[in-house]
């Protein structure tokens, strides 16, 4: 079991920059790929950037690839996502999301994590 809260949303201009954190629970992080998902009013929730359980290996949706970078720190129990040049297209309310693996790739797919956070609103204006 792990519990997930999101941190670091707010509002911003467009250009901008956020960092969100999400802090895990329990002794067993490393054993967790991690995600980031955003939705956005009317629209699904979409995929933003996963990373292993090491770190060692990223992935990303193109939409946010050169301005968005994730990152985790074992050691503390949390994942970030570094968010710059941000567009109000960005616009959404971002979870993170966790599935016990320790296997070499993160995951795409939203019904491949097990858990969830609660979100965090982020709100880029033009």
């Known amino acids: 079991q792990v519990q997930l809260v999101e941190s670091g949303g707010g509002l911003v201009q467009a250009g901008g920059s956020l960092r969100l954190s999400c802090a895990a629970s329990g002794r067993t992080f490393s054993s967790y790929s991690m995600g980031w998902f955003r939705q956005a009013p009317g629209k699904e929730r979409e995929f933003v950037a996963a990373?292993?359980?090491?770190?060692?290996?990223?992935m990303y949706a193109d939409s946010v690839k050169g301005r968005f970078t994730i990152s985790r720190d074992n050691a503390k129990n949390t994942v970030y996502l570094q968010m710059n040049s941000l567009k109000p297209e960005d616009t959404a309310v971002y979870y993170c999301?966790?599935?016990?693996?320790?296997?070499?790739?993160?995951?795409?797919?939203?019904?491949?994590?097990?858990?969830w956070g609660q979100g965090t609103q982020v709100t880029v204006s033009s």
């Open positions: 990373i292993s359980w090491s770190g060692a290996s990223t």
């Open positions: 999301a966790a599935r016990a693996s320790r296997g070499i790739n993160p995951f795409t797919r939203p019904d491949i994590y097990g858990y």
